[in-house]
């Protein structure tokens, strides 16, 4: 039985995608955390840090990443000059949440962009529309509640507007425990595999899962990532969880980078790879770009675009290699682009 799908949702997936259905995008959709980055390379306040400096920051990245990249992801607060800078062959997704959360807050609660709506993103060149959302099954379920709805509702103004919809969500601990140690590295796999496994309910109507590593990289025994020797999984284990995980997904999904560095993102995929993980392309920021940060904030955005263009391109390069080696096209998850039919 053939998957129905709109005509706008469908284009907006091929624009994104490359001809295999793959997605390679890059994401520099990053405010607040960008801005701190860089106050702090440049030895300033981040109310220093002006709306020329995070533009003219993201538009290099756009104007170099972008002819090795399929789509990329900015924000439409500082992102529209670069996405007019982009290559051709590159789509755009615009986020429309807000950046972080109000740490006053119990939740991670999420909120959307004061002055935008799905119609006005597309009305400034999205193909597609992100959302964010810091979410684990471990929180209280009134919260948990509240979040479902507010995704309920974005799923649906995408729809009215026949555009395609990513949903990001990144795990955290609701107790406040350390989500770079081991004992959360131990939880993490069943948070992301809960996450997809809501998330890909069709009441949400969301198109692609934007989705965390299942594992902590720096707890796989045997992993270049792993400087402290304590384990959580052995490599195997690895392996399993990443199939759990996948097996839960009705909904295509892309591996997002999660800020680590890129010889640790890559090493990632290649364990996806070796578990036999269907898995359609990545989403992929800061570790593409970040060690150009303090190129930036010291010597200025020509240093900048210089370091673009050899490291930059290099890791982007490195990490198509793997995508081109594992990912397999979005509709493979539907049995392949022959059982898609593109209605209305």
Not at 76 to 87: D, L, M, S, T
Not at 155 to 181: M, Q, R, W
Not at 275 to 298: F, Q, S
Request: glycine letters at 8%; hydrophobic letters at 40%; proline letters at 4%.
């Amino acid at each position: 039985m053939a998957l129905k799908i709109t005509e706008g949702k469908f284009k907006g997936l091929t624009r994104l995608s490359n001809s295999k259905g793959v997605i390679a995008a890059a994401a520099m959709d990053q405010r607040g955390s960008l801005k701190k980055s860089i106050a702090k390379a440049r030895g300033v306040d981040p109310k220093e840090v002006t709306q020329q400096h995070m533009e003219e920051f993201k538009i290099a990245v756009s104007k170099v990443l972008t002819p090795y990249a399929t789509a990329i992801l900015l924000d439409p607060e500082f992102g529209i000059p670069a996405a007019k800078a982009r290559a051709k062959n590159a789509g755009v997704l615009l986020a429309y949440e807000k950046t972080g959360y109000d740490a006053d807050q119990p939740g991670r609660l999420p909120d959307l962009l004061d002055h935008e709506s799905v119609a006005r993103l597309k009305d400034k060149g999205a193909d597609a529309i992100k959302i964010l959302l810091y979410y684990t099954p471990d929180e209280r379920k009134e919260i948990n509640d509240f979040k479902q709805a507010w995704v309920e509702r974005i799923g649906a103004e995408c729809v009215a507007h026949d555009i395609p919809f990513f949903l990001e969500f990144v795990g955290y601990d609701p107790s406040g425990g350390n989500e770079k140690g081991i004992e959360y590295a131990k939880r993490k796999p069943a948070i992301v595999k809960e996450s997809m496994r809501e998330f890909s309910k069709p009441r949400y109507q969301v198109d692609i899962l934007k989705v965390e590593i299942p594992v902590n990289m720096a707890y796989v025994e045997g992993s270049k990532a792993n400087q402290t020797g304590q384990v959580a999984y052995t490599r195997e284990q690895a392996k399993k969880l990443f199939c759990e995980a996948a097996d839960v997904a009705t909904k295509p999904f892309i591996y997002l980078s999660a800020g680590v560095d890129d010889d640790v993102y890559r090493e990632s995929l290649e364990l996806a790879i070796e578990a036999g993980v269907k898995w359609a392309g990545v989403l992929c920021g800061r570790a593409t770009w970040k060690d150009g940060i303090p190129v930036y904030g010291k010597e200025g955005v020509i240093a900048l675009e210089k370091w673009l263009l050899d490291r930059g391109v290099k890791n982007i390069q490195a990490l198509n290699q793997v995508i081109d080696r594992g990912a397999r096209g979005w509709w493979d998850k539907y049995g392949g682009r022959d059982k898609i039919e593109v209605v209305g």
